[in-house]
């Protein structure tokens, strides 16, 4: 099979099933090519329907689901989007073709490297990587019309929701625990008025760095 072929085969029988209808966005995973943003020994796997693993306990978002965030964001030129959790850059390239300016962290220093010469590679100029946790965002370059959290935690922090710019701002999270978690949509509508919105359910491995809720003992 051909990799164009594969990669067909991932839009059609994995992302559109999965309510990815956004003409926009489905282009875009024909132009950004995900297996160029995979270690190259898990390059045959690049659209399999699952988590990648990228070493010391990170994995690569499942392409369905990166596709349903992009989508659910819904970007404009003139956004300016913070992603946490950049891991190989996959999705903040994405992001890039949409938004006017994405920051996006990474805490391990492997990874941001990797993602700092893969975006590199693709020709992607307005991504920022920096080398840094996220749990607390980075107030530094706020407000952003957008957050995402490329991973999932058990809730979001206060910190980052303040972070988002008031009136429009909005931040797409995978929250819970195993074996269910939910992808949760969050608007800023007022200085301290948000609105949660869940958009469906899923699983993807933890973000590093987040606090766990503390377990009730019985």
């Known amino acids: 099979m051909t990799v164009e072929k594969a990669r067909f085969n991932m839009i059609e029988q994995q992302i559109r099933p999965w309510n990815v209808l956004n003409l926009g966005v489905l282009e875009l995973l024909t132009i950004v090519h995900r297996e160029d943003f995979v270690p190259a020994a898990l390059r045959a796997q690049a659209f399999v329907d699952t988590e990648l693993p990228l070493g010391n306990g990170r994995r690569m978002l499942a392409p369905r689901v990166e596709a349903r965030m992009l989508q659910e964001l819904k970007l404009t030129r003139q956004d300016r989007v913070l992603e946490i959790g950049a891991a190989t850059g996959h999705l903040a390239a994405l992001m890039a073709h949409q938004a006017e300016q994405v920051f996006a962290v990474e805490p391990d220093a492997g990874l941001a490297d990797a993602a700092k010469a893969n975006l590199r590679k693709a020709g992607v100029q307005n991504v920022r990587v920096l080398q840094q946790g996220g ?52 608007t800023r509508v007022g200085p301290d008025d948000y609105r949660s919105l869940t958009l469906f359910e899923t699983s993807a491995a933890r973000l590093p760095g987040f606090a766990e809720l503390p377990s009730f003992a019985f």
């Open 135 to 186: 749990a607390s965002g980075l107030a530094a370059e706020a407000p952003f019309d957008a957050i995402v959290l490329s991973g999932s935690v058990a809730e979001v922090p206060a910190g980052l929701l303040a972070q988002l710019r008031v009136g429009t701002g909005r931040l797409i999270a995978i929250v819970g625990d195993d074996p269910v978690m939910q992808a949760q949509l969050i």
